[in-house]
């Protein structure tokens, strides 16, 4: 993926019309286009090859399951037509391993999920976090998922991995994250859903929150 403008449109709505007509919109504002099961389960796989026409996409299936099923599901989400596929690292390597395998071989991307951006998100993984984000470094996997909700977060993650992989951040806007924070704080991308699918207009909402990212960065030069 290309970094442009540093936002990833989550567009978690359960209609085809209504997807098409949020992509079209904010097309010339976002990087990627994230998808999940709420959209895909109401529309088919076949919503992917439509909505990368504006953008590329990303099937956050959050992928958990043994390496055999993960290999089948990756390669029906790349055949659909999607640029990458979110994965869980909680289950090992030999799944992650799996995934990747599957990415390389129709060269798209892996981002695997460290920790969750909702609070419940913290329980569990965010004791793996480092763990989960080495393993992901040593497997080849192109980037992370961590949360814009804690940028304190993204920021260890990111000084724990340097460069090696990309970081994109959920949870800005309706979670409380801050665009700019998580950016600054070593995100590649910030993910952004219900503040742009649910306004009047989803292109000025992407719009404003791309102005508030470019104006702290270039402040900060």
Sequence with gaps: MEKNTCIILALDVPEREEALRIAEDVQDFVDGIKVGYPLILATGLGIIRELANFAPVIADFKVADIPNTNRLICEQVFEAGANAIIVQGFTGRDSLDACIEVASK?????????????????????????????????????????????????????NLIGDELAIIAPGVGAQGGIASKAIFAGADWVIVGRIICGAESPKKAVYEIFKEIDTELKGDT
């Design 106 to 158: 129709f060269g798209k991307d892996v981002f695997v999920v460290t920790e969750m951006s909702h609070p419940g998100g913290a329980e569990f993984l965010q004791p793996a976090a480092e763990i989960i984000a080495k393993m992901a470094a040593e497997a080849g996997a192109f980037g992370l998922v961590a949360p814009a909700t804690r940028p304190e977060r993204v920021k260890k993650l990111r």
